[in-house]
């Protein structure tokens, strides 16, 4: 339902052998995260086109990949559903605190990770320091004075979102995907990183539109790890203290059952699996993602070891604040973070 992907395009080539994903040591987009994380179409009314087959089952149920599920000739009003704001957080890091200027672009063709092999539309652009990028805007249709308008225009002048809709590789088939890219540089340095935003319509009684995954906290060695509220740290470490084990606080109740459809168009019922990946502005974290689910549906834990050193243990340790992420995704495109900061003495 959604991929996250980072290309990172320094001048001096791509990330070396003994780069680790948890350092953030250069600059780097770790996290994106779009409230909401899908818009879902209370009808599929007027969305639907001839590849649904039937729906009330027969000889000639289900879905047909040539005709597709959406209809690419839907109305304006069809598509009045999906004129929402959406809200679109960045996080973007930078270990020297330089000026990072950036462009906030969307576009049709999901496999274009740069949105600038096709048709683009750009929506935001300026100058930041390293945080948090936070934008709000309609990605498709918006509502103006009572009346539908605005769409962005796509390759060719065609509507954004259904260019999006007729390059859809699954025809529709559990809703659409539209890219969004956030470029941003700093000196040599640039980073383009690609969001998916989900559309879909309710097909099934059941079927509800996904909700944002939270972290309700933090553990570090089986004590909590409260959020400061002034900036400074919460916590103290040592380099005596050796490995210390972060777990985010029990998750379990709050991963939602949810509904998608087969291709017989029957319901086909799932529950999420929450992901987390680890980042520090000091030494590095193993394993850098834990939680979710293999293949053969064992549960990982999701926990992970912080390990006070720098890039191979090379550099010496010098007492300092640290900084730590922890980014959760619920693999349906929801996705947020929390973070901590820490003092550690070596």
């Not at 948090?132 to 309609?138: N, S």
């Not at 995907?177 to 559309?199: C, D, I, N, S, W």
């Not at 933090?218 to 380099?239: A, H, K, Q, Y």
Request: proline share 6%; hydrophobic share 40%.
């Amino acid at each position: 339902m959604k991929r996250l992907a980072l290309l990172a395009l320094a001048l001096t080539g791509c990330l070396g052998p003994q780069d680790d994903a948890s350092q953030v040591h250069d600059l780097r987009v770790i996290a994106a995260s779009f409230s909401p994380p899908e818009v879902m179409a209370p009808s599929c009314a007027g969305l639907l086109g001839g590849g649904l087959g039937n729906l009330g089952g027969g000889g000639d149920a289900g879905f047909s990949f040539d005709a597709g599920m959406f209809n690419p000739n839907a109305s304006l009003l069809a598509l009045a559903s999906y004129a929402v704001p959406i809200r679109m957080q960045w996080l973007v890091l930078d270990p020297e605190g330089r000026d990072i200027d950036y462009e906030l672009r969307a576009c049709a063709d999901t496999s274009d990770l740069t949105c600038v092999d096709a048709g683009f539309v750009s929506l935001a652009a300026g100058t930041m320091k390293p945080g948090t990028l936070d934008f709000t805007a309609p990605l498709g249709i918006t509502f103006s004075s009572g009346t539908l308008q605005g769409f962005l225009s796509g390759d060719g002048g065609q509507p954004l979102l259904l260019d999006v809709l007729n390059r859809d590789s699954f025809k529709g088939l559990g809703g659409f995907r539209m890219p969004v890219v956030l470029h941003v540089t700093a000196g040599a340095e640039q980073v383009f990183a690609q969001k998916l935003m989900v559309y879909s319509c309710k097909l099934f009684d059941d079927q509800k539109a996904n909700v944002q995954p939270q972290i309700t906290g933090i553990n570090v060695l089986g004590e909590s790890w409260p959020e400061s509220l002034d900036g400074g740290p919460t916590r103290s470490f040592s380099l005596g203290s050796g490995e210390l084990e972060m777990v985010p606080d029990d998750f379990t109740a709050l991963e939602e059952d949810y509904v998608v459809n087969s291709f017989q168009l029957t319901p086909v019922r799932l529950k999420e699996s929450w992901k987390f990946s680890w980042h520090t502005s000091l030494g590095r974290f193993t394993p850098t993602t834990s939680g979710g689910t293999n293949f053969t549906g064992e549960l990982n834990k999701p926990r992970s070891n912080w390990l006070p050193r720098l890039d191979g243990g090379t550099a010496a340790l010098v007492e300092t604040d640290v900084d730590f992420w922890v980014v959760v995704r619920d693999g349906r495109g929801g996705e947020s973070w929390v973070q901590r900061k820490a003092h550690f003495t070596p």
